[in-house]
């Protein structure tokens, strides 16, 4: 694999060593404190002391207050996120199959029965996020779906009215204005009425991040997720300014969100690497410091020989969103292996899979693509087995069965086999 890097990152992410042993003293406080430790928080974190549980009031109230315009825009990429998920959910099925006369197995899909969805606050309202995570669940056929989000100053019900429109257009059963850890542990706990969470899914600061991470065991979890990060793959064909806004459009989500350019052009490098400040200048404040901290710090242009050497690169680097802005999308396509979504073609681009296509936008981060696809209905669901013995396969799985557990040292594992032949026997 060959590659020079045109641009490189001149530092790299801090790393805060105390962030486990805090985040795990909060989860504690949390688990022996209940409601009351979880109040605290969010008076002493977020600066919130309202309502907690939504009531269905709030949320009318809410619905009422968002304008039509963005009703329908949600409703648009609503639509999307459900048919892709109700197709991911028609592509697996429950299967029976006789092995042997006499022997038959088969797979069921249970859903989880409790599913716990994140939706951020922060700088941005999340009402792509509120989509992603309860539409999919809900697809999925879980039966009770709990959501947090992070109160904001200013909103009338504690969190903004489109997130809590999303949130019940999409089907949440229960809605807390709660963020952060205490977000996290009132659904893996059960606090405020939710039952307890079976699995927990959706993006969120370190703080989050590391919470889901802890509690992954008890809980399920949908991934370890760190800053989100994308990858352009362009040759000569591709428009620089279309290659900057694409990267910059990313870098916005915060200094600590890398992003690469991969090419064959020396031309486009160039030209590229000039844009991109410029592109990063233009957007308001504080996107446009968040995105030229992350192109300063962490953008990289990587200058390849031919096209499976950049995609070499691309493979290596695994990113949560990979953009193909390359002649002959088909031999990409059918090339590139580790990415959490893949964005063919200049028409194409990262926002609109974040938004409103219709793939879901929680993904792996940080080179997790290299082993894990993003999330999806499969996520809620359990694919279980089962099996059924009838005397005319007994006789010969006994004794296989049997031979090698003696053979492993299990003897009580023999046994249990030795018992079917010997009833077996005594029937005949």
């Not at 648009?76 to 022997?103: C, K, M, W």
């Not at 903004?160 to 089907?171: F, N, R, V």
Request: with cysteine; proline share 5%.
């Amino acid at each position: 694999m060959t590659g020079t890097y045109f641009k490189t990152g001149t530092a790299e992410g801090a790393q805060v060593a105390a962030l486990s042993a805090t985040v795990s003293a909060m989860l504690a406080d949390l688990e022996v404190g209940g409601e009351a430790a979880a109040r605290r928080m969010a008076r002493d974190l977020d600066g919130y002391d309202g309502d907690i549980a939504m009531s269905e009031q709030a949320i009318s109230d809410a619905c009422a207050r968002v304008p039509q315009a963005l009703k329908d825009d949600i409703a648009y990429a609503h639509e999307n996120i459900a048919r892709f998920a109700q197709a991911q959910r028609d592509s697996i099925t429950e299967t029976e199959v006789e092995l042997r006369p006499g022997l038959t197995a088969g797979q069921r899909l249970i859903p989880v029965q409790a599913a716990g969805c994140y939706v951020p606050g922060g700088r941005y309202s999340h009402i792509a996020s509120a989509m992603m995570t309860v539409t999919t669940a809900r697809v999925a056929g879980v039966p009770h779906i709990a959501a947090v989000s992070p109160p904001r100053a200013g909103a009338v019900a504690g969190i903004p009215d489109a997130i809590l429109y999303t949130l019940h257009h999409c089907g949440a059963d229960r809605i807390l204005a709660l963020g952060g850890i205490q977000g996290i542990a009132a659904m893996a706990f059960g606090l405020f009425g939710l039952p307890r969470a079976d699995i927990l899914v959706g993006p969120g600061n370190q703080y989050v991040a590391e919470a889901k991470r802890l509690l992954y065991g008890r809980v399920g979890i949908d991934m370890v997720a760190g800053p989100t990060d994308s990858l352009v793959v362009a040759d000569a064909t591709a428009d620089p300014l279309t290659v900057a806004w694409d990267l910059i459009g990313q870098a916005e989500h915060g200094a600590n969100s890398p992003v690469w350019l991969v090419t064959d052009s020396e031309p486009l490098a160039r030209e590229v690497a000039r844009l991109a400040p410029l592109c990063a200048a233009e957007l308001p404040q504080p996107n446009r410091a968040a995105a030229e901290a992350a192109w300063h710090s962490l953008g990289e242009i990587i200058l390849c020989d031919n096209r499976e050497a950049m995609a070499q690169h691309a493979d290596r680097i695994a990113p949560e969103h990979l953009h193909v802005q390359a002649a002959d999308l088909d031999w990409w396509k059918a090339r590139l292996t580790a990415y959490g979504s893949l964005f063919l073609g200049e028409e194409s681009t990262v926002a609109f899979g974040d938004k409103a296509a219709g793939t879901n936008h929680v993904l792996p981060t940080s080179g997790a693509a290299r082993y894990t696809g993003g999330l999806s209905v499969h996520k809620f669901l359990k694919t279980v087995t089962w099996q059924r013995v009838t005397a005319e396969a007994l006789p010969r799985l006994a004794t296989v069965t049997a031979n090698i557990s003696r053979f492993e040292g299990m003897e009580g594992h023999a046994r249990t086999a030795d018992l079917r032949l010997q009833k077996l026997a005594a029937q005949l």
